[in-house]
C-alpha cells in the first residue's frame, strides 16, 4: 500500500512558479511509477508528468519546456517544478502512483489547487 499527498499549490500570477510536492509512504517507493494529473473544472483529468522507477520522465505537450518532475527516493518524494506558468494550467493537481509491474495508477492524493491569475 502507498499513501501519497500533495501540497505546493497555491495562487501564483502568470510567468511564475510553484512546486509541487508528492510524499509517499511505504518501504517500496523506489519500485513505484508516479505520475502528476490535473483536472481543470469542466474538463477531464489529464496526465502532465510522469517519472518510471528507473527516473525516465514523459510529459504531456502542453508542459513542455516548462515543468519538470523529479524524484528522491530517499524521501520518498516526487516533485513538480512549474515555470512559466499560463492561466490555462489552473487546476486541481493529483499525484498517482502504480507499482512497475501494474499498468493502472491505483494509489491516489488528495490534490492540490493551483490558480495561476492574469
Known amino acids: 500500500q502507498v499513501q501519497l499527498v500533495e501540497s505546493g499549490g497555491g495562487l501564483v500570477q502568470a510567468g511564475g512558479s510553484l512546486r509541487l510536492s508528492c510524499a509517499a509512504s511505504?518501504?517500496?517507493?523506489?519500485?513505484?511509477?508516479v505520475a502528476w494529473f490535473r483536472q481543470a473544472p469542466g474538463k477531464e483529468r489529464e496526465s502532465v508528468a510522469a517519472?518510471?522507477?528507473?527516473?525516465?520522465?514523459d510529459y504531456a505537450d502542453s508542459v513542455k519546456g516548462r515543468f519538470t518532475i523529479s524524484r528522491d527516493n530517499a524521501k520518498t518524494t516526487v516533485y513538480l517544478q512549474m515555470n512559466s506558468l499560463k492561466p490555462e494550467d489552473t487546476a486541481v493537481y493529483y499525484c498517482?502512483?502504480?507499482?512497475?509491474?501494474?499498468?493502472?495508477?491505483?494509489?491516489w492524493g488528495q490534490g492540490t489547487q493551483v490558480t495561476v491569475s492574469s
Open positions: 498517482a502512483a502504480r507499482h512497475r509491474s501494474s499498468t493502472r495508477y491505483d494509489y
Open positions: 511505504g518501504r517500496t517507493f523506489a519500485s513505484y511509477n
Open positions: 517519472i518510471g522507477w528507473s527516473s525516465g520522465t
